[in-house]
């Protein structure tokens, strides 16, 4: 699917993006192997959320979705019945995690805690993905787990139980294999130590200790014991800072631009992007921050603005790791030279992100080039209309959409189809963000 887009004379709008995919994700595993039942709202939308239920069905779990009355997605409940930790059952089929890397990562913490037999996999571009950053620990902890590949990409072949927790210190900063250990401690004999590189993502830890998990946090340290029954809680999730992204970026931009995101999710593991926008120089405020089930979310005010470089490295990686892209077309618009470093995690994501940015930008004039952990770009202010591929991941179909909004002529981006794994939205959203609206 193609999506032409051109720039309009202004931006205005007011966009709720869908919830928060990782928080979505752990919302419904957590509750499948609780106690109770637990409502989940405004739960992540697209082909990334149908992954996840997939395979927690696939294991036996009880998910059901009562559709909102009105019509509202946003509003629509999903209802799991808990069946305790050791309430799955084991798969009939090979489980499919489609393109979900969180979804194949966490459901194997799960599977490896499970006395049984399972294999789980997914399409192309996750099994092209890094798993032996999950199968050497979870083989530490006693899990049988093979592989492709030697034992290092999906499918993966598991036969768990008889865990023991282990202490570990995580070589790659990722919040996927940080959860998925987690997860597999709730099933071992003692405790399980997880040392962080750097700060990531905390709804795994943040949702645990609400259900009454057994779990503690000193500075980069995680410790997790089994033995408590988790309890099923409801959870209104907030919108998804990284699909808010796009419209913070597109407004900073534009050179006559005002957009607000509504209840987005600004927990400060996640919140890398707004601190990059500050420090380039953006207009961002930040109102109605409130705290919902454990999460901090706001509304986000981004007007246009006179952006300059800057330096996105070390800790702030895994803070804006799915924002990189966005990041680098922000950086086309800003004064000087932007460098992006400790970036190497993104040639493992569903593209080589460093290289399909690079690629796609370049495309679009854009004074950009690779590095081996990262990017540099020089802003000119502006960029032509060209066209441009996906390369079959989301953040790019997006950035690029974007990209769109802020170039002369037109631009063309081909496997725009992507953007619902994330964001099934996205299109209409650009739509009504450039004031077009379509005919019913
Ligand atoms: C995620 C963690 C990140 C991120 C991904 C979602 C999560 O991956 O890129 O989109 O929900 O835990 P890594 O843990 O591989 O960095």
Redesign the pocket.
């Known amino acids: 699917m193609r999506e032409r887009v051109t720039a309009p004379a202004r931006l205005e709008a007011t966009v709720s993006p869908p919830g928060d995919?990782?928080i979505s994700?752990r919302a419904v595993l957590l509750n499948s192997i609780a106690l109770g039942t637990a409502t989940v709202t405004n739960l992540c939308v697209g082909d990334d959320r149908a992954s996840m239920l997939r395979c927690l069905r696939g294991l036996g779990a009880s998910i059901e979705r009562e559709a909102d009355p009105g019509g509202n997605e946003a509003n629509d409940r999903f209802i799991i019945r808990g069946s305790s930790m050791d309430g799955l059952a084991e798969p009939h089929e090979t489980l499919n995690a489609g393109n979900s890397?969180?979804t194949l990562?966490?459901v194997s913490g799960l599977l490896a805690g499970q006395p049984y037999f399972s294999v789980i996999t997914g399409d192309r571009s996750l099994r092209s993905r890094p798993m032996g950053r999950i199968v050497k620990p979870l083989r530490e902890m006693g899990a049988r787990v093979m592989g492709r590949s030697e034992d290092s990409l999906a499918p993966l072949a598991i036969r768990g139980g008889d865990l023991h927790g282990i202490e570990y210190d995580m070589p790659?900063?990722?919040?996927?294999?940080?959860?998925c250990l987690l997860i597999a401690g709730l099933h071992a004999q003692g405790k399980t130590v997880i040392r962080q590189p750097a700060a990531?993502?905390d709804?795994t830890e943040r949702m645990l200790e609400r259900m009454g998990g057994d779990i503690t946090e000193d500075g980069l340290t995680i410790t997790v014991r089994p033995g408590r029954t988790l309890s099923a809680t409801d959870v209104r999730v907030p919108g998804d800072i990284?699909s808010a992204a796009y419209w913070l970026v597109a407004a900073a931009c534009h050179p006559s631009a005002r957009v607000t995101v509504l209840n987005t999710g600004i927990n400060p593991t996640r919140g890398g992007i707004l601190e990059v926008l500050r420090a380039m120089g953006a207009r961002v405020t930040v109102t109605h921050v409130r705290s919902e089930g454990g999460e901090e979310a706001a509304d986000i005010t981004v007007e246009s603005s006179h952006l300059v470089a800057t330096e996105v490295a070390g800790e702030l990686l895994?803070r804006l790791?799915?924002e990189v892209p966005v990041i680098a077309l922000a950086a086309c618009f800003a004064k000087g030279e932007t460098v992006v470093r400790d970036a190497q995690?993104l040639r493992?994501?569903e593209s080589d992100r460093i290289r399909t940015t690079v690629q796609g930008l370049s495309r679009l004039g854009a004074d950009i080039r690779e590095t081996p952990d990262g990017m540099v770009i020089r802003g000119t202010g502006g960029l032509r209309g060209a066209a441009v591929g996906s390369h079959g991941d989301h953040r790019l179909a997006m950035t690029l959409g974007v990209a769109g909004l802020l170039a002369t002529g037109e631009t063309v981006v081909r496997g725009a189809e992507a953007a619902r794994v994330s964001y099934p939205n996205f299109w209409d959203d650009l739509r009504a963000v450039a004031g077009e609206h379509r005919e019913a």
């Open positions: 995919k990782s994700h890397g969180t990562r966490l790659v900063a990722s919040a996927q294999v940080k959860s990531t993502r709804h990284s895994p790791i799915d995690e493992g994501k």
